[in-house]
Every structure is written in structure tokens, then in C-alpha cells.
């Protein structure tokens, strides 16, 4: 049986006192939102929440009183292309009126209203301690501001990076993104003198540096970020020196396994937020299993990610009708693959999502494994889930049949599907389907993730695709 409790546990709430900090990443902060259902299922409930950067999107559904699982179904709904909308012709063609690539006018009137953002619900919400971080431009200075007194243009500034969206000026002043700063306000949360303090952290930290002038903007954001959250650590190690045991403030900290793809993947579709949300679950699910109760180290292993290499990422989607309590229902099946080639040793992921009845609600999947049989020539994939407060496990074979059967989008018809439980009198088994038109519409995204040119990834996915067909 899993727990399940509001997320939110009150300003007034006794018990373990918790600050959630929720750190930028851009456009995939969709991310937070598998997090934090997970976390909800966990039975953990948060005092306090502070949103800085992209972070502030998941902080302000808090503050409206979106629950997490709609938190997800409306993430699923966004239409990623409206985060930047286009300014006037003439200010990309001089120096002195370009003032970036893109407004917020896309967020304020679609990505907003999708997400279910309400101001006056935030102004009015007085169950919760949300905080919100924004820089101060002119005085190089972060400012919090609670929900109770955010406004429109604070949340807008505190999403507004330089170079890809304008500053905002506020009365005199002009504020942006705090990135640049601190991308996650751990002195905030410190002054409610929590017991824990949660971090989800999407920025990358891994070991290269690349070349090319985008990535190296990224960059300078994950130094800014990662140095600022340094600091932070240090303050709290500082306080926590020479208290008990019992007395420290733990850090726990949820972070991908791998950097996550960038926003132009997102904007791409080589990524979407499906696979975020799903990705963001998994994590959670994984560090919850076993997390000790001291947290994590407070140095810069607390948001180190293994390097990605090279990951050949293609997605699948099966339908079909499955008995289910007795009575047959519509399955989706959602799985996102990725495979990567480290030091020459093939590392499988995968992360996935079920829908029943063509609901709008998709459950995402942990304890995600996939395994290859190249005698059979069967990719199994295996995973729990989570409905109605009880877990099922999940397992489904494919047949492997050619690279180039995958490249035309002709592999992966179909999946034979088997769902147990405990609560199951016997094991559930069905064949879902893959469509055609979803094989061949998809064919184009599948890609190689690395930081390579076009040609070296060619070979990089023949590399890749060698290894998982046994060839």
C-alpha cells in the first residue's frame, strides 16, 4: 500500500517541518512535476515551496491549488512552441533595439492559462508558504516574493534569461532571471528552520566542457548555478556544524541520472514532456527507495550527473484493449528508449507512461528496466506502477528484428503485455499494438544525442544500433 497526503502541509502544520526547492532548467521543467507526484505518493507533505528560474512554473501551480496529478495532465497539454513569441520585425536587425530573441507574451496568454497560473488564486492562497525568486538587475541583488505578493511582472522577470527574453522594468528598477545568481534559494528556506530541505535540480553538471557558442551559454549558466548552490551548501554546513544529530537541517537533493536534453530539443520534439514528467517520476522514485535519512554530502557531488555520451532516443506508443477488474479496457503505453554507448558499454533506459480508458491521465513508471535476449532477439521491457494506492508490475516483450526495420519505422509493431499484482486474482496478458501512422510520423525524431557534428552522429547511431542488434 502506498501513503498518499496533500503536498502541501498547511503554514500552520505540525510534524517534520520541509522546504521544496524548486530550481530552473528552462522549458523541461516539466521534469517537477513527475517529482513531485512522487514525492505526494511518498507521503511527504512540504511547509514551504520557493520557485526560482523555471522552477517558478511549478511553484506558482502550487500556489493556484493544482494538485500534482493534474500538475502533469496540464504539463501534457502545453504547447512548448508558445514559451517565446516573436517581437517586432525591426528590433532584430539593430543592435540598439534588439533586446532579445523572444517575449513572455506567449507564456502570459497561452502557457499560463494552460497550466492553470492564477494570480488573485495565488495573491489569496493563505494555506501556503510559497516563495519566489527574482534578480534585481539594477541593484545585482535577489528579491523574494511571497505569493502573497508576486506579481505578474516578478514572475515573468524571474523567467526572463537574458539574450532569449527581455528584462521586465519594475517601477525604477529592471529584474531578470536570478539564474545568474543563485538558482535555488537554500538561505529561504533556512530561515523557516526546516528538518529537511528537498532540492530538485535539472541544471546539467557533468564533467566536459563543449564547444559550439550555445552550449557554451548553457554553460555559464550551469557555472552560475552550480557555483551559487555551493555557497548555499556551505552556509548550511556552517549551521549545521556543532549541532546534534537530531538537530541538523538534511539535504536531500533529486536529480536527473543524465543532464537533460536542452530546450531546443523540446522545441524539436526530440524530447517532450511526456518523457520529462515520466523521467522526473522515475528519479524521485529512485532516490526515495533508498535515500538515507542524513541526505546527501553538502559539496558538489550533490548535483553531479553521470556524463551522457552518446544516447540513441526513439519512442514507441501501443494501444489495445486488456481485461482490467474484470472487464476490458483501452490501454496506451507510452515508452520513451534511450540507449547509450559509455566507454563502449551499451546503458539501456527507458521511461514510460499508461493511460486506461483514454483518460486524460497518464501513470508514470518506475523501476524501469529494459533487457536484451539477441538469441531470441526480444527486448523486455519491466517496470511498476502505481493505481488506486496499489503497485502492479508491468512487463512487455518486443521482437528485434533489423536496424534498419527501426530506422524505417517498421519495428516494434507490437508488445505482448503482462500486468501482475497482488491484488490480482491471476496475471492480466494482452498484445497491444503499435499504429503505422505513429511509427512513421516519429521517424524523424529518431536521433542521437551528443555534442558531435551531423556526420559523427550518423556513425554514432550505427554504433549504437550495432550493439543493441547483436551485430
Same mark, same amino acid.
Given at each position: 500500500?502506498?501513503?498518499?497526503?496533500?503536498?502541501?502541509?498547511?503554514?500552520?502544520?505540525?510534524?517534520?517541518?520541509?522546504?521544496?526547492?524548486?530550481?530552473?532548467?528552462?522549458?523541461?521543467?516539466?521534469?517537477?512535476?513527475?517529482?513531485?507526484?512522487?514525492?505526494?505518493?511518498?507521503?511527504?507533505?512540504?511547509?514551504?515551496?520557493?520557485?526560482?528560474?523555471?522552477?517558478?512554473?511549478?511553484?506558482?501551480?502550487?500556489?493556484?491549488?493544482?494538485?500534482?496529478?493534474?500538475?502533469?495532465?496540464?504539463?501534457?497539454?502545453?504547447?512548448?512552441?508558445?514559451?517565446?513569441?516573436?517581437?517586432?520585425?525591426?528590433?532584430?536587425?539593430?543592435?540598439?533595439?534588439?533586446?532579445?530573441?523572444?517575449?513572455?507574451?506567449?507564456?502570459?496568454?497561452?502557457?499560463?492559462?494552460?497550466?492553470?497560473?492564477?494570480?488573485?488564486?495565488?495573491?489569496?492562497?493563505?494555506?501556503?508558504?510559497?516563495?519566489?525568486?527574482?534578480?534585481?538587475?539594477?541593484?545585482?541583488?535577489?528579491?523574494?516574493?511571497?505569493?502573497?505578493?508576486?506579481?505578474?511582472?516578478?514572475?515573468?522577470?524571474?523567467?526572463?534569461?537574458?539574450?532569449?527574453?527581455?528584462?521586465?522594468?519594475?517601477?525604477?528598477?529592471?529584474?531578470?532571471?536570478?539564474?545568474?545568481?543563485?538558482?535555488?534559494?537554500?538561505?529561504?528556506?533556512?530561515?523557516?528552520?526546516?528538518?529537511?530541505?528537498?532540492?530538485?535540480?535539472?541544471?546539467? !553538471?557533468?564533467?566536459?566542457? $563543449?564547444?559550439?557558442?550555445? *552550449?557554451?551559454?548553457?554553460?555559464?549558466?550551469? &557555472? #552560475?548555478? +552550480?557555483? %551559487?548552490?555551493?555557497?548555499?551548501?556551505?552556509?548550511?554546513?556552517?549551521?549545521?556544524?556543532?549541532?546534534?544529530?537530531?538537530?541538523?537541517?538534511?539535504?536531500?537533493?533529486?536529480?536527473?541520472?543524465?543532464?537533460?536534453?536542452?530546450?531546443?530539443?523540446?522545441?524539436?520534439?526530440?524530447?517532450?514532456?511526456?518523457?520529462?514528467?515520466?523521467?522526473?517520476?522515475?528519479?524521485?522514485?529512485?532516490?526515495?527507495?533508498?535515500?538515507?535519512?542524513?541526505?546527501?554530502?553538502?559539496?558538489?557531488?550533490?548535483?553531479?550527473?553521470?556524463?551522457?555520451?552518446?544516447?540513441?532516443?526513439?519512442?514507441?506508443?501501443?494501444?489495445?484493449?486488456?481485461?482490467?477488474?474484470?472487464?476490458?479496457?483501452?490501454?496506451?503505453?507510452?515508452? !520513451?528508449?534511450?540507449?547509450? $554507448?559509455?566507454?563502449?558499454? *551499451?546503458?539501456?533506459?527507458?521511461?514510460?507512461? &499508461? #493511460?486506461? +480508458?483514454? %483518460?486524460?491521465?497518464?501513470?508514470?513508471?518506475?523501476?524501469?528496466?529494459?533487457?536484451?535476449?539477441?538469441?531470441?532477439?526480444?527486448?523486455?521491457?519491466?517496470?511498476?506502477?502505481?493505481?488506486?494506492?496499489?503497485?502492479?508490475?508491468?512487463?512487455?516483450?518486443?521482437?528485434?528484428?533489423?536496424?534498419?526495420?527501426?530506422?524505417?519505422?517498421?519495428?516494434?509493431?507490437?508488445?505482448?503485455?503482462?500486468?501482475?499484482?497482488?491484488?490480482?486474482?491471476?496475471?492480466?496478458?494482452?498484445?497491444?499494438?503499435?499504429?503505422?501512422?505513429?511509427?512513421?510520423?516519429?521517424?524523424?525524431?529518431?536521433?542521437?544525442?551528443?555534442?558531435?557534428?551531423?556526420?559523427?552522429?550518423?556513425?554514432?547511431?550505427?554504433?549504437?544500433?550495432?550493439?543493441?542488434?547483436?551485430?
Amino acid at each position: 500500500m502506498v501513503s498518499t497526503k496533500n503536498i502541501v502541509a498547511g503554514v500552520n502544520a505540525t510534524g517534520v517541518r520541509r522546504s521544496l526547492i524548486l530550481a530552473g532548467g528552462g522549458a523541461r521543467l516539466s521534469y517537477q512535476a513527475g517529482v513531485i507526484i512522487a514525492l505526494e505518493e511518498e507521503g511527504l507533505s512540504f511547509s514551504h515551496f520557493d520557485g526560482t528560474s523555471g522552477g517558478i512554473f511549478n511553484t506558482a501551480m502550487l500556489s493556484s491549488g493544482i494538485e500534482p496529478r493534474d500538475m502533469a495532465t496540464r504539463w501534457r497539454k502545453v504547447n512548448v512552441m508558445n514559451f517565446s513569441s516573436l517581437l517586432s520585425f525591426r528590433s532584430y536587425f539593430s543592435k540598439n533595439t534588439f533586446a532579445a530573441f523572444g517575449d513572455a507574451d506567449g507564456i502570459i496568454n497561452k502557457v499560463y492559462p494552460t497550466l492553470g497560473i492564477d494570480l488573485a488564486k495565488m495573491n489569496a492562497n493563505t494555506s501556503i508558504d510559497a516563495t519566489f525568486n527574482v534578480c534585481n538587475f539594477s541593484k545585482k541583488t535577489i528579491e523574494v516574493f511571497s505569493n502573497r505578493n508576486v506579481t505578474l511582472q516578478h514572475l515573468v522577470a524571474g523567467m526572463s534569461l537574458p539574450i532569449f527574453m527581455p528584462a521586465i522594468k519594475i517601477n525604477s528598477d529592471w529584474y531578470t532571471d536570478a539564474v545568474w545568481i543563485k538558482d535555488a534559494n537554500i538561505t529561504e528556506a533556512i530561515k523557516r528552520n526546516p528538518k529537511e530541505i528537498w532540492l530538485v535540480w535539472a541544471i546539467g !553538471n557533468s564533467h566536459e566542457f $563543449l564547444n559550439g557558442s550555445f *552550449l557554451q551559454y548553457v554553460h555559464m549558466i550551469e &557555472i #552560475s548555478a +552550480d557555483g %551559487g548552490l555551493l555557497l548555499e551548501l556551505e552556509q548550511l554546513e556552517r549551521l549545521n556544524n556543532g549541532k546534534p544529530e537530531s538537530e541538523r537541517t538534511a539535504l536531500h537533493v533529486i536529480k536527473p541520472e543524465f543532464p537533460l536534453p536542452l530546450d531546443p530539443d523540446l522545441m524539436f520534439n526530440k524530447i517532450n514532456v511526456d518523457e520529462l514528467i515520466n523521467r522526473g517520476y522515475a528519479d524521485a522514485k529512485s532516490y526515495l527507495q533508498q535515500r538515507s535519512e542524513k541526505g546527501v554530502p553538502l559539496d558538489y557531488q550533490a548535483t553531479l550527473m553521470k556524463e551522457p555520451g552518446a544516447s540513441l532516443n526513439f519512442r514507441s506508443r501501443f494501444t489495445g484493449r486488456m481485461e482490467w477488474n474484470l472487464n476490458p479496457a483501452d490501454f496506451c503505453l507510452n515508452i !520513451n528508449f534511450n540507449f547509450r $554507448l559509455i566507454e563502449n558499454k *551499451l546503458v539501456l533506459r527507458a521511461y514510460a507512461s &499508461i #493511460s486506461f +480508458d483514454s %483518460g486524460e491521465y497518464r501513470i508514470s513508471t518506475y523501476n524501469n528496466q529494459i533487457n536484451l535476449d539477441h538469441i531470441e532477439r526480444i527486448l523486455t521491457f519491466e517496470s511498476d506502477f502505481v493505481y488506486q494506492d496499489q503497485i502492479f508490475h508491468l512487463q512487455c516483450a518486443l521482437e528485434l528484428i533489423s536496424p534498419v526495420d527501426l530506422l524505417l519505422g517498421m519495428e516494434f509493431k507490437k508488445a505482448k503485455c503482462t500486468i501482475s499484482g497482488n491484488q490480482l486474482a491471476k496475471p492480466i496478458s494482452g498484445i497491444l499494438k503499435q499504429k503505422a501512422w505513429f511509427r512513421v510520423k516519429n521517424i524523424p525524431f529518431i536521433h542521437v544525442g551528443s555534442s558531435s557534428g551531423w556526420f559523427e552522429k550518423w556513425k554514432e547511431k550505427f554504433r549504437i544500433l550495432k550493439v543493441v542488434y547483436g551485430k
